[in-house]
Structures are given as C-alpha cells and as structure tokens.
C-alpha cells in the first residue's frame, strides 16, 4: 500500500541535542512538507520541498534543517538551537499544482527530557 | 496569513447538524478541509477550487465563495465518527507556490 511512513512515533530529546526525525513516502510525489502542530495552533509549516535538492523555508523555519536527496525521503533535524521544539510533527506530501490533497504520515512526538 | 476558522469547539448531539467556516484576508486559489482524530494523523475530506463550485459526499458537503475569501464545511446529520478535529487549509495564488496555511481548528465533539 502506498503511503508516508514517519519514525519513530516517539522521541525524546535531551537539551542541546540534535535528533533527526524520519519521513519516506512510496506515493511517487513530488512535493513533501514539515508541520509542526502545538494545541491549538493547527498546522505550521516548517519547510517543503517541490523537487529533488531543493527547499524552502516555511512560516517557522528557525532551529530546523532538512535535506532532499532522494525523491521518497525528506528527514527534519530539529537543532539545538530551536529553544521549544517539544511539539507534533507530521510529514506530507502531494503532487505539485494547484488543488493538490497533501497525504500525512502519522506524525512524531517529540519531548524534552 | 492564517485563516480563521468558526467557531472554536462544537458539541452536537448524533443526527444534528454543524457549519464551520473559515475565512482568509487575502485571495485563494483553493481550500483544502482535513479531520484529524486525536492522536492521528489529519485526513484529506476535499478540495474547493475557485468558483463557488459546492462539493460534497454523503453527509459532508463545503462551498467557496472566493468574492468573500470565505469557505463553509456542512455536516447534516452527524454521526459519532464526525467527532475531531477539522482544519480548514488555504493555497495563495503566488507563482510556484503551492504550499497550504492552516488555520487552527474547529473542535466538534459528537456525542449519543
């Protein structure tokens, strides 16, 4: 079955660590997406990427990276410099376009220790 | 800019029926609706393209009204699995952007 796979489903984190959160998709699409969702908030974008070796930074992008190598994959490292990154991750991706539906892994959570 | 989304939090008793909207300040090309169970991840339910058009399945239907940058989701006789979380999530008309902003939600609690 097609889909996004997302690990690990938990994750801590000690403080000034980075830790690298995982997204792989067999969905062949191009485009992929960070969200980070904190109660109440929604859904905000940390980075996306519409191509192979290329990203761009979305609305809170500080204190994360990313990297696109390869087409199925697109992992986050949260740093030690983002101060509050206790939070929901989820991974997307969709077809590039307009009007394209985004398909969501079932997200980490990450916490600090 | 995020879009706003109405209300808050919903309780509905099974058979009832809800409308949540969402509003955004600036043009659109499209909105997407997505549910999201506690826990889980947000499930695609679908897309308005510019134009008004009304689209819907079953029980769950949603309108455009892009002259007033304004989308409403309509649930007709709820049912307990309509109980989540339900974002509304706005795509801008900048050139080879196609990324979604989200508002923060519309919490409905469906209870028997």
Redesign the interface.
Known sequence: DGGITQSPKYLFRKEGQNVTLSCEQNLNHD?M?W?RQDP??????IY?S?IVNDF?K??IAEGYSVSREKKESFPLTVTSAQKNPTAFY?CAS?W????????????TRLSIL | Q?PVQSPQAVILREGEDAVINCSSSKAL??V?WYRQKH??????LM?L?KGGEQKGHEKISASFNEKKQQSSLYLTASQLSYSGTY?C?T?KPEA??????????TKLSVIP
């Open positions: 485009a997406y969200y109440g908030q929604g859904l905000r974008l996306y519409q761009q979305g609305d989820l969709s590039t376009g307009v009007g394209q539906p985004q398909h969501f892994g079932d997200g | 995020q090309y499209s997407h826990g889980e991840a947000p499930v695609f897309i393209l974002f999530g795509e080879g952007s196609y990324q979604l902003t989200f508002g923060k939600g």
